[in-house]
């Protein structure tokens, strides 16, 4: 009896173990933004890179230029390219805010970072 309690319990904290190793959230490594369209609008093409883990719900991308474009896009935490709209003048370099949400053990989790861009991106 004691050995089928004490197995039932080891298989529960191995399970255990199991789901809070797969359950890290996947850091968000980089964000840039590859082309900005002469489009009117202009709409910034943007790419995404994670690291290992869980990926988030959803990212919120909010995207701000040098002179002044900004511009906003929503997507579901499995994308890894997307395209904002912006208003304003587009120039670069780009500063992009990520807020990521995380659904963990049935609680939410948001974290929020920056990348700001080095170098202007050129439309065409």
Not at 63 to 76: P, R
């Amino acid at each position: 009896m004691r050995w089928r309690r004490w197995g039932a319990i080891s298989i529960g904290v191995l399970a255990l173990a199991a789901l809070i190793a797969g359950a890290r959230p996947a850091r968000l490594r980089l964000v840039r933004v590859t082309h900005v369209s002469a489009a009117m609008p202009p709409v910034a093409s943007m790419s995404l890179r994670y690291a290992r883990g869980a990926r988030p719900q959803f990212v919120v991308l909010d995207v701000v230029g040098a002179h002044g474009a900004m511009g906003s896009a929503t997507i579901g935490g499995d994308q890894e390219f997307v395209e904002a709209p912006l208003a304003g003048v587009p120039g670069g370099p780009y500063r992009i805010d990520a807020t990521l949400a995380y659904r963990i053990g049935g609680f939410l989790m948001l974290r929020q970072t920056s990348f700001v861009e080095e170098e202007s991106v050129v439309g065409s």
